[in-house]
């Protein structure tokens, strides 16, 4: 279980993450490795290049903006789930980052690259969709915004193109009320279906291939959650309804 | 025997190290070793066609390439470990397999390289061509044997075995009520924090070869390597370092690079290592667990046993090195505390096409408990009687012993248990667990069991004052966490009248005791413990004998306390241990160390030579102790949970266990076996299971999807003793290792039922399996 | 990157992950490889002062940063550090081989949480996975620890 070989760079600033992007095939970008390095060590991912973006400064930056909090491309999971500013305005990212493994794992994964890892278990996801929240994407070609509704595409898959970094997610105040419940098999594991109730609106995560908003009068409607060993579609569908009831009955 | 050290909560002597980081994992030692790696067989079945190591040999780096081809004995099988009258189709495997695989991790090919990362680097240039076979695996398909594991072992079967104990048709005939159930257990993994690691250095100019291996068993691995390489054992150390866990798949030997290895590194003439990775680990290493079992109970209106009948299927995987010994502990310990007149059991050791089967903590216990507390609570259940009733109704008496309960025992005797009390773990657990908490949802379990601990054939022990006073002592069998180096030394320390700080265990490394076993089948304490004893004694008795010409005195009137031999009723007349060592050896030449005392001109005259007929230099001893028989440790667990109808999240809120292991060497050394082995239950009986797919591939190798449970899965745990003192070993000590984990999934089984009134016949469970039993029923 | 306080420059070969350059380049072998998945938490130093998984991590992203490991905590010859103390006195290990992990974790855990409530020792010591002690002699080690350090 060790990673194979690969060609590793460690660009200063965004530009330069972003014309090694542009110009290299076959790159993947490393910011907290905390999905990223377990693939490369089970050798399930070989990228020819490694595009390390923690040396650049001035990249991890918590603030807020438009009402909401932004939240940069090197912050800390950590660092957000400690800060002031995202627990008065957005807490419900606080709550959903203290389902998110381990404080351990928190340290070092990053907040953004959770998002563009898109995992459909991952709880963060289903929070930027819930919020109707968006990224802010960057290459040679230039800035754009994607919101979370256009932004996960599939299992593992985002709207980002490959020359593109996430440079920036954008999570709007969480009103009240506001909730993140999940079942998950251990404390800290992916869930096997959560909901993220954020005022009236429901986004549902673990039970399709990306996160997806949801009725929460017919939350199981619709869903064709996919089989695993530890939950079965009607299983999943059985805890997302059952979940949802709670988030709505608080 | 004085009992100071012996019972106290001795704090542990082999902390520090750990705990700073100077701890000796065979991984640790480099030395310049060459690294490895295997190419293991993707399939769980399939013909090689061809195997292609060129370009992986030509790879920079890489310094050599095994195949079967190219070992001297990779034409043989290796050992078959327990021989059985009925293992009629016994199979091991090759060191490397060259011309059928029968399990998907089955080791092909050996990598040796500068490091790691190169050696998989050229692992992955190796090609292997393999035709796929029709693949066995579950212990039911290999019952029906539409394939076959092995083209020459007819049905799959390996091995049957018939006992019976009274007569058990008779018994049917005449009783008002008969049940059949059928109970199932699934697979499991001892996962051990440390995989397995092998590290191996060869002399050639002392033609030597050492050996450090993460085993359970260094003096059988130092057997196996002087028998292959012909090198006399003297020539061969095996050493145990800090292993970090065993739980029973470190017993296993030999698994291939524990011979490729130190094989490796004759041949290249520099160290050589192989460090296991979690991902191999999950198929390379020894599994256990998979029975299926078929019951008939006959019982009356009061619901006592009348007789059983259990005929079952063991998973026993692709080979059968470690023998039947599996099947043989759970068919004898089914009857567990219960009297059971009439007894018929009969097991098929099945072949199927996933990982070898050999013990993991609990051995063939935990599905016997399961099968006998899940046929109870179903007799109550149908009687209406409660659960602790039917229970004490059944119990073997604490006046009962010795109980002859007459069916095989893994030693070649038959089950005698030794002591007990039974009846009493059953109220003091009850008590302990207190009434029933508020609220939905809840249920009670309990299970009540025994253990046979101790096996023999033997362990010894040598123990030596140095001439400073400090005693070193050392046993065969290695540590993998049991605080050896603690409860030795409290043994030692009370016969010795030292300090327990004083004293300095070796355990597990042939260069300092060559003869032994091996650390299994919570053997630890009877084997080593009473041969550490026996040869402390001896030591004690040789330091009486020489001081008592010193002190004049009769040996009988001396007395060894606070680190001298001293007069009993006279303390200020006496000498230190150390003056006595250095007068147990004549010297010629004073070296130090207080030596002089021991030379020609200084020593005490007596009549004859200065060593007499029958005595020996130096103040030391060797013992052994081999048991008559095994002791039977016994427990009572009872819980209380909670099971949420709607998610089949399980809340344990209430643990508790009394436990019988005889005399306590050390309650916080138990305490501690005790809480991990009942947290590695609650593992496997509701987050932990090996899951196989249609085509013998392991679905969840990584501990991301195998579900070890962290702290927030496991409640705390309250625990309680009784000491009913073993009557076959001077210490009265039974074994307690594997205690803690052998009830937990007829507790969790029981408390489940009782929560959601459905029935549970299978471990182990999970959310998912509850919600689909739920939507069932 | 500079390790318990001496520096070292960063291994060439940049696939090197943390963990083994600080195990088998430097020999600094307390810090133990149970799963290099980032699962069982037996490989977990601090880096600038937080805990972090060093099979997860590779060593070459450590230059410019601070490294420490257990040999880092308590130097030889100086008394051990409050938590390593804790797990000695309450008896918190047994094969001693994800302690070292458990260790950085907790200094990890009491920097957060001087005073660590019950839930928080569990949330704490969750994400290091022990096969020995069941976790109870664990979670008592870290109120004692909490005890030592005040």
Redesign the interface.
């Known amino acids: ?8 760079h ?1 660009p200063a600033t965004v530009d330069e993450v972003c014309a090694l992007l542009g110009s290299l095939e076959d790159a993947k970008v ?1 910011a907290g ?2 999905s990223l ?2 693939l ?4 399930l991912a070989r990228p020819a290049h ?1 595009v ?1 973006i ?1 040396r650049v400064d001035g990249a991890d930056r918590i603030y807020e903006r438009d009402g909401g909090v932004a939240v940069q491309a090197l912050a800390r999971q ?1 660092a957000v789930e400690d800060s002031e500013l995202v627990a008065r305005v957005c807490p419900l990212v606080v709550d959903a980052l203290r389902l998110v ?5 928190r ?2 994964g990053t907040v953004c690259g959770s998002i563009a890892h898109a995992d459909p278990a991952s709880e963060l996801p289903a929070v930027l969709l819930a919020l109707g929240g968006h990224v802010v994407a960057r290459s040679t070609r230039g800035e754009r915004t994607i919101p979370a509704a256009e932004l996960f595409a599939g299992v593992f898959e985002t709207a980002l193109a490959q020359d593109e970094l996430l440079v920036e997610a954008w999570f709007p105040a969480s009103g009240k009320p506001s909730a993140i419940l999940e ?1 998950s ?5 992916f869930a ?1 279906a959560g909901v993220v109730r954020a005022g009236d609106r429901l986004a549902l995560f673990g039970v399709a291939p990306t996160p997806v908003l949801a009725d929460p009068r017919d939350p199981g409607r619709g869903l064709k959650p996919s089989g695993d ?4 579609p ?2 999943r569908i ?2 997302v309804r ?2 949802s009831e709670k988030a709505f009955a608080a | 025997m004085t009992t100071r050290w012996f019972g106290a909560p001795v704090q542990r002597l082999e902390d520090e190290r750990l705990l700073r980081g100077k701890g000796r994992f065979t991984d640790d030692i480099g030395e310049g070793a060459l690294e490895c790696c295997f190419v293991r067989s993707p399939y769980a079945h399939a013909r090689i066609t061809s195997i292609d190591v060129g370009a992986a040999r030509v790879m920079p780096g890489v310094v050599a390439v095994y195949t079967a081809a190219d070992l001297p004995f990779g034409g043989v099988d290796l050992p078959l470990l327990i021989p059985h009258p009925n293992l009629t189709q016994g199979r091991t495997q090759r060191c490397l397999a060259s011309e059928r695989v029968r399990y998907a991790g089955e080791a092909v090919v050996f990598v040796v390289a500068e490091d790691r990362y190169l050696a998989e680097d050229a692992a992955e240039l190796v090609q292997v061509e393999y035709e796929p076979l029709p693949v066995v695996i579950t212990p039911e398909a290999a019952e029906r044997a539409e394939h076959l594991v092995h083209d020459d072992v007819p049905g799959n079967v390996a091995a049957e075995m018939l006992q019976e104990v009274g007569d058990v048709d008779a018994a049917m005939a005449k009783a008002p009520h008969r049940k059949q159930l059928r109970l199932r257990y699934e697979r499991g993994a001892a996962s051990p924090m440390e995989g397995r690691a092998v590290w191996a250095r060869w002399s050639q100019s002392e033609r030597k070869l050492t050996v450090y291996d993460s085993t359970q068993s260094p003096t059988s691995i130092r057997g196996g390597l002087a028998v292959l390489f012909g090198l006399p054992e003297s020539n061969v150390e095996v050493i145990a370092p800090d292993v970090g866990g065993g739980f029973g798949p470190k017993i296993m030997l030999f698994y291939p690079d524990e011979l490729l290895v130190p094989y490796a590194a004759m041949q290249l003439g520099r160290p050589v290592k192989w460090t296991e990775d979690r991902q191999e680990h999950f198929t390379a290493v020894n599994q256990e667990r998979g029975q299926v079992h078929e019951v008939e109970v006959a019982f009356d209106d009061e619901g006592r046993v009348l007789a059983l009948s259990d005929d079952f299927i063991h998973d026993g995987g692709a080979y059968t090195p470690y023998g039947i010994i599996l099947p043989i502990i759970s068919a004898a310990q089914i009857p567990g505390p219960y009297r059971l007149p009439n007894y018929r059991v009969r097991f098929r050791d099945m072949y199927t096409n996933a990982t070898p089967t050999s013990p993991y903590r609990g051995a063939g216990r935990p599905h016997a408990c399961f099968v006998m507390e899940r046929t109870l609570d179903s007799i109550a259940q149908e009687l209406k009687l409660d659960r602790v009733e039917i229970r004490r109704r059944n119990l073997i008496q604490a006046d009962e012993f010795p109980y002859e309960v007459g069916v095989a025992w893994q030693d070649g005797n038959t089950v005698v248990y030794d002591s007990g009390n039974y009846p009493e773990l059953l109220d003091r657990a009850l008590a302990k667990l207190g009434p029933k908490p508020e609220g939905d949802s809840i249920g009670m379990g309990l299970a009540i069991y025994v253990e046979g601990t101790g096996v023999g054939p033997y362990e010894g022990a040598h123990v030596q004052v140095l001439v400073s006073g400090k005693v070193v002592a050392a046993t065969g069998i290695p540590s993998q966490g049991q605080a050896h180096a603690t409860v030795w030394a409290q043994v030692v320390a009370d016969e010795l009248g030292v300090d327990v700080k004083d004293v300095e265990v070796s355990s597990g490394d042939t260069r300092r005791f060559p003869w032994g076993v091996g650390t299994f089948a919570s053997r630890g304490a009877v084997t080593a413990g009473n041969a550490m004893y026996v040869a402390a004694r001896m030591v004690a008795d040789k330091a009486k004998a020489i001081a008592a010409d010193q002190l004049e005195a009769a040996p009988e009137d001396l007395e060894l306390v606070d680190g001298r031999v001293r007069v009993k009723g006279a303390p200020d007349k006496g000498i230190p241990l150390g003056a006595v060592a250095v007068l147990s050896n004549p010297v010629r030449y004073a070296f130090g160390g207080g030596t002089e005392a021991a030379t020609q001109f200084a020593r005490k005259a007596r009549p004859g030579p200065p060593l007499q007929d029958g005595e020996q230099p130096g103040l030391e001893a060797t013992g052994y102790y081999s048991p008559p028989g095994s002791t039977w440790a016994a427990g009572c667990h009872a819980a209380y949970v909670r099971v949420d109808p709607k998610t089949f999240r399980l809340e344990i809120l209430k643990y508790v266990v009394v436990h019988d292991c005889g005399r306590v060497i050390n309650p916080l050394v138990l305490q501690g076996q005790i809480e991990g082995g009942v947290a590695q239950g609650i593992g496997g009986a509701f987050y932990e299971r090996l899951a196989y797919d249609a085509d013998g591939q392991l679905r969840n190798a990584s501990f991301m999807e195998f579900l070890m449970p962290y702290a927030t899965e496991i409640p705390p745990i309250e625990i309680d003793h009784i000491e009913t003192p073993s009557p076959l070993n001077p210490l009265g000590v039974k074994g307690a290792g594997e205690a803690g984990v052998i009830p937990v999934g007829a507790v969790l089984a029981s408390a489940i039922e009782d929560a959601l009134h459905v029935p549970i016949t299978e471990m182990p469970q999970s959310p998912l399996k509850l919600f689909e039993a739920f939507s069932n029923s | 990157m500079r390790v318990n306080g001496v520096d070292h420059p960063v291994p060439h070969d940049a696939r090197r992950l943390l963990a083994d350059h600080l195990r088998h380049d430097l020999k600094l072998t307390g810090t133990h490889v149970g799963c290099e998945h980032g699962v069982c938490g037996c490989c977990t130093v601090l880096l600038d002062g937080a805990p972090v998984r060093s099979c997860l991590m590779l060593a070459v992203q450590a230059e410019g940063h601070d490294v420490t490991t257990i040999e880092g905590l308590a130097r030889d010859g100086k008394p051990l550090h409050p938590v390593q103390q804790a797990f000695h006195d309450a008896h918190g290990l047994q094969c001693g081989f994800c302690t070292p992990g458990f260790v950085m974790s907790v200094v990890g855990l009491l920097a957060q949480h001087p005073e660590p409530t019950a839930e928080e020792i569990d949330e704490g010591i969750a994400g290091n996975l022990c096969r020995c002690t069941g976790y109870a002699s664990i979670r008592r080690a870290v109120r004692l620890a909490a005890e030592l350090s005040r």
């Open positions: 279980m060790k990673p194979p070989p690969f060609e590793y460690a490393l490795g905390q390095i377990p490369l060590n089970f050798r490694l390390d923690n950590a493994a381990h404080r351990v794992i340290n070092r079942e098999r251990r404390h800290g594991d096997l060993l530890e939950a079965t009607d299983f059985h805890l059952a979940l």
